[in-house]
C-alpha cells in the first residue's frame, strides 16, 4: 500500500505559476502509471497530465502548454508544473497512481488505485 500526499496549492493571480508536489510514502518505481487530476465544483473530474515508468505522457487539451508533469524517482514525488494560470484551472487537484491513470493512458491494467487526498488552487484576481 502507497499513500500519497499532494501538496503546493494556493491562491494565484491569474498568469502565475505554482507548483504541485506528490510524496509517495513507498518507492514510485512500482507504480507504473501516474496522474495528476482535478475536479471543479459541480464537475467531474478530469485528467490533467498522466506519466507512465516509461516517460509517456499525456496532457488534457485545456493544459497542454502550459502543465510539465514529471516523476522523481530519487524524491519519489510526481510533480506538476503549472504556468499561465486561468480562473478555469481553480479546482481541487489529485494525485493518482493505479488502475485509474493506466486506463487513461492505455497502459496495462494494474491492480491497485492510489489517490491522494487533494489540494486546493485557486486562479482568481
Known amino acids: 500500500q502507497v499513500q500519497l500526499v499532494e501538496s503546493g496549492g494556493g491562491l494565484v493571480q491569474p498568469g502565475g505559476s505554482l507548483r504541485l508536489s506528490c510524496a509517495a510514502s513507498?518507492?514510485?518505481?512500482?507504480?507504473?502509471?501516474m496522474g495528476w487530476y482535478r475536479q471543479a465544483p459541480e464537475k467531474q473530474r478530469e485528467l490533467v497530465a498522466g506519466?507512465?515508468?516509461?516517460?509517456?505522457?499525456k496532457y488534457a487539451d485545456s493544459v497542454k502548454g502550459r502543465f510539465t508533469i514529471s516523476r522523481d524517482y530519487a524524491k519519489n514525488t510526481l510533480n506538476l508544473r503549472m504556468n499561465s494560470l486561468k480562473p478555469e484551472d481553480t479546482a481541487v487537484y489529485y494525485c493518482?497512481?493505479?488502475?485509474?491513470?493506466?486506463?487513461?493512458?492505455?497502459?496495462?491494467?494494474?491492480?491497485?488505485?492510489?489517490w491522494g487526498q487533494g489540494t486546493q488552487v485557486t486562479v482568481s484576481s
Open positions: 493518482n497512481g493505479g488502475s485509474t491513470t493506466a486506463q487513461a493512458m492505455g497502459s496495462r491494467t494494474v491492480n491497485y488505485d492510489y
Open positions: 506519466i507512465t515508468s516509461g516517460g509517456r505522457i
Open positions: 513507498g518507492s514510485i518505481f512500482s507504480i507504473n502509471a
